[in-house]
């Protein structure tokens, strides 16, 4: 029962790894969306009304990749703590 649930542990590890990879790896591809806001006047009613209007790419894009790479992440260190924990609890059977 220990060994499958180790087993089960690691594949999903892999999974989040892989996944983790996947969103650097577009985040780093997508560096220059442009923001349509870039240099407009944000305070005049209109289509960029309250929004950046000073960075060059598109601050939606950025903190949606950023925020999606911090949940895998996240996920990646749950992961990891459960496993630090099931492992814990193998030795404890192991010595009982």
Not at 45 to 72: E, I
């Amino acid at each position: 029962m220990f060994m499958e649930i180790a087993i089960a542990a690691i594949g999903i590890g892999i999974v989040l790894m892989v996944g983790y990879l996947v969103i650097a790896q577009v985040k780093g591809a997508l560096p220059g969306v442009p923001n349509p806001c870039l240099g407009v006047n944000a305070s005049a009613p209109g289509n960029c009304y309250g929004l950046d209007n000073t960075s060059a790419f598109d601050p939606k894009v950025t903190t949606g990749l950023n925020g999606a790479q911090a949940t895998v992440f996240a996920g990646f260190g749950l992961l990891a703590v459960g496993i630090i924990v099931l492992a814990a609890f193998g030795l404890i059977q192991v010595f009982k």
